[in-house]
């Protein structure tokens, strides 16, 4: 008669073979799987480590290209701008670092920028449209004349080339008492601020920031694309420069380029977060006031990373 104990053994002897049997298995299967595994990593790690060297090439060049830039725009853009009064516009999402560098290419150009103004986040909020709207026309300068729109980035446009700008014919479109009474009205209802003293100008400059990202960011940016084809109705060149980013559909830059209007009256420039950028948005505003036209800087829809001038 087999014993309990006979049948223990019996299926321990069993497990204890089927384990062995297993161990002895798995190490002549994976063998070959773990050296294919270990020759992958190797492979992809090899890669790794090319690519990370070819990223700090890239990285090293756009340096370079970019300390170049910054050392050659005061002269390129030297003298291009011979005593061109220029007004400068801020907006709210405008990178100050990149105002002062425009300033200071402007001043290598030979230009006298003769206003500094910013608009505010209220300027171009939909919620105050229609106060802004009754702001422009109730302040309108004796004689002069606003844009047949209902839109509030275009009468307040046309608003501000009355006040900060003159015609063709050197005159200005309001008296100092009604420029400084209507610019201090668009400052005490938080529209505008100004820096400096104000005169009005030829030509303007906008600089504005990457593409706006709030739930009214596309009728945000197009308040400031109404403003700068609504001063180019009386101003010499407009150019908008914007932040890269700015060519998207939230931007003021790629909402100009989308419209054939706007885009036939304003330059736009959607990269002035770089040095390039800021020699582009000066040379672009001499092809302004010499009657062109062009979208520049990396976007897809620009033409070109700069305008293309004649020399001599």
Do not use: C, W
Request: aromatic fraction near 2%; charge should be negative; charged fraction near 15%.
């Amino acid at each position: 008669m087999i014993s309990m104990r006979y049948h223990i053994v019996s299926l321990a002897a069993i497990f204890l073979a089927l384990a062995l049997g297993i161990v002895l298995g798995a190490t002549k299967i994976n063998s070959p799987l773990l050296a294919g595994l270990q020759g992958d990593n190797t492979q992809l790690s090899t890669q790794r480590d090319e690519l990370a060297a070819h990223q700090t090439k890239l990285e090293d060049r756009v340096a370079s290209d970019a300390k170049f830039a910054s050392s050659i725009g005061p002269l390129a853009v030297r003298g291009t701008l011979p005593n061109a009064q220029v007004v400068v516009i801020t907006t709210d999402t405008a990178d100050p670092a990149d105002r002062d560098a425009v300033l200071s290419l402007l001043s290598h150009a030979g230009a006298v920028v003769t206003a500094q103004v910013q608009i505010t986040a209220d300027f171009t909020d939909p919620a105050r449209a229609g106060q802004l709207r009754d702001l422009a026309i109730a302040n309108q300068p004796v004689g002069s004349q606003l844009p047949e729109s209902s839109q509030a980035g275009t009468l307040a446009g046309g608003f501000l080339g009355t006040l900060l700008l003159t015609g063709a014919d050197g005159k200005t479109f309001a008296t100092p008492e009604e420029a400084t009474a209507a610019l201090s009205a668009l400052s005490a209802a938080g529209f505008i601020s100004a820096s400096g003293p104000v005169a009005p100008g030829r030509s303007v400059v906008i600089v504005d920031g990457p593409a706006r990202t709030s739930d009214s960011a596309v009728d945000r940016a197009q308040a400031v694309v109404d403003m700068a084809a609504a001063l180019k109705q009386t101003a010499a060149g407009v150019v908008l420069a914007g932040r890269t980013g700015s060519e998207g559909t939230t931007g003021s830059v790629g909402l100009t380029r989308a419209d054939t209007a706007a885009s036939a009256l304003v330059s736009t420039v959607d990269d002035v977060d770089i040095d390039a950028g800021r020699i582009a948005a000066v040379l672009a505003l001499v092809e302004q006031n010499g009657g062109g036209v062009g979208r520049y800087g990396l976007g897809a829809n620009a033409t070109a990373p700069a305008p293309t001038l004649a020399v001599g």
